[in-house]
């Protein structure tokens, strides 16, 4: 029996979870959550890094105080953000959120550099605007003498640094940072000298499935335990989400991870870097054992949460479950928006956002409440759609299956309604799947499971999985809605 501690990190909240692992099988017990978010200073968006490194610790001793004992600790969370360390390696600033708006001015610099076709054709990666690339930009044209003397972390090996980890970076967060080589894997260097970026900034990249050092003497003086080794895992948590994936056995299959941000790809031998794959915005990522997650952003749960707080705020008190029943009591397809839609970015009043929306393109001048959550419900699904097409073209495959994995399988109106506008199978589980495969990359670390496709079985023989099949009559509404929705999505 073995026990590794994983910490997964969302844009919402966080959570420990010890996974035991045992003659094949996994089990997951959760020992600490808290909530997660960004905090406003001074007209920006900061992450609260000092409180995170707190939540940590206290996960740790919960931990150990459950446990008894953990033969490993390892740490996955959402990607693009960093920290910058001065070279005694303390903290420059706390680390900006991706949806500060700084990033901008930043982007319109950075093309009047190098053209985003040029950029793409060097590292694969879907333009975003929060995109490490235009944050590091934005910070040389904010703060330049913060970048002299110094070295960035991408957020999961920062906070491992702080319990104890080394001080360098892996490779799946740094390649969804916009300055990787996906062929080589190392930093690339020709659009880093473009952009003028320093180079001493830019941290050694390590390998997922390593060691990453220990914690700290101070750590297990304060717990009294032994030197525990700190895991390299797919720390982006979409490459944890993607690791945990229980695949069919026959068949060709994508994914989907769903949570704040919806990941929607395929896993492929190597980068596919082609001007339709840019124009499609499908972006090239590590996997955890060298391969591509060749996927595409999409805005989740982001949608549910930001429209859910701002209804709350008023006083109302709504669960997800609540506006799902919201949803159900209106006609489907009947509104729609575009997901990916930048004015749904930032935080701010979402259902008046969606309302605007559909007023500017002529749906109507106003909607009730209950028609903004169903179009929420009806666009997510039939956004999935649309990419999945393309991805199917890109890459000359027909799926058969789609797997979606994350906190969004919980939705069941979502998980049916993707299986309506798919058409095909929709395999919903994991739920907690970037801690499931958080810990199946620290026990390939640590030689008790062999391979990402031997923890792919330990996960389907473990974790509850359930398959949504499509409605004929729901499909047949959304392939009458595809002419519409298309129309609406740029």
């Not at 590794?4 to 909240?13: I, K, M, Q, R, V």
């Not at 919960?62 to 070279?87: H, M, N, P, Q, S």
């Not at 491992?160 to 970076?169: I, P, S, V």
């Not at 393109?361 to 039939?382: F, H, N, P």
Request: proline fraction near 4%.
């Amino acid at each position: 029996m073995s026990k590794y501690l994983a910490f997964d990190l969302g844009a919402s909240s966080g959570r420990a979870i010890i996974g035991t692992v045992e003659s094949g099988k996994l089990s997951l017990q959760e020992v600490h959550r808290f909530k997660n978010g960004p905090v406003e200073k001074d007209g920006s968006l900061y992450w609260d890094y000092d409180a995170l490194c707190n939540e940590l610790v206290t996960g740790l001793g919960k931990a150990l105080e459950a446990a008894g004992d953990l033969d490993g600790i390892a740490i996955d969370t959402w990607g693009v953000d960093y920290v910058l360390f001065d070279r005694d390696r303390r903290i420059v600033r706390q680390p900006y959120n991706y949806r500060d708006e700084r990033t901008k001015k930043a982007e319109q610099a950075v093309r009047s550099i190098m053209s985003d076709s040029e950029i793409y054709a060097l590292t694969g990666i879907q333009k975003m605007e929060l995109n490490t690339i235009y944050q590091l930009y934005a910070h040389k044209m904010e703060h330049p003498g913060e970048l002299e003397n110094s070295v960035f972390l991408n957020i999961p090996d920062a906070l491992a640094f702080h319990l104890g980890g080394d001080f360098t970076t892996e490779y799946t967060s740094a390649s969804t940072t916009g300055l990787l080589d996906p062929v080589k894997r190392q930093w690339c260097w020709e659009l880093i000298d473009r952009l003028e970026l320093p180079r001493p900034i830019f941290p050694e990249i390590v390998n997922p499935c390593t060691c990453g050092g220990a914690v700290s003497v101070e750590l297990q003086k304060k717990f009294n335990c032994r030197a525990i080794p700190i895991y390299k895992v797919g720390s982006h948590d979409t490459a944890s989400a993607v690791a945990a994936v229980p695949a069919p056995e026959s068949g060709n299959w994508a994914y989907l991870s769903a949570g704040t941000w919806a990941l929607l790809g395929a896993e492929i031998s190597a980068p596919y870097i082609t001007a339709a794959g840019e124009d499609a915005h499908f972006t090239n990522e590590g996997g955890l054992e060298g391969n591509i997650r060749f996927l595409t952003n999409i805005m989740g749960s982001w949608l549910f949460q930001e429209t859910r707080r701002i209804w709350n705020e008023s006083g109302r008190e709504l669960s997800f479950e609540d506006i799902c029943q919201m949803a159900k009591s209106s006609e489907q397809c009947k509104y729609l928006i575009d997901p990916n839609c930048s004015n749904f970015v930032t935080p701010g009043d979402m259902p008046q956002r969606i309302r605007d929306f559909c007023k500017a393109t002529a749906q109507a001048d106003d909607i009730t409440d209950a028609e903004v959550a169903r179009a929420i419900y009806d666009s997510l699904a039939l956004y999935f759609k649309k990419k999945l097409a393309f991805l199917e073209e890109l890459l000359n495959v027909k799926y058969t299956a789609f797997n979606i994995v994350g906190g969004g399988t919980k939705d069941r109106l979502l998980m049916q309604l993707t299986a309506d506008a798919l058409g095909i199978p929709v395999i919903s589980g994991p739920v907690e799947a970037t801690s499931t495969g958080n810990i199946i990359a620290q026990a390939i670390a640590s030689g008790e499971i062999a391979s990402q496709a031997a923890g792919r079985k330990v996960v389907s023989d473990s974790l509850e999985v359930v398959t949504y099949l499509p409605d004929a009559a729901s499909h047949a509404k959304f392939a009458a809605a595809s002419e519409k929705f298309d129309a609406l999505v740029k």
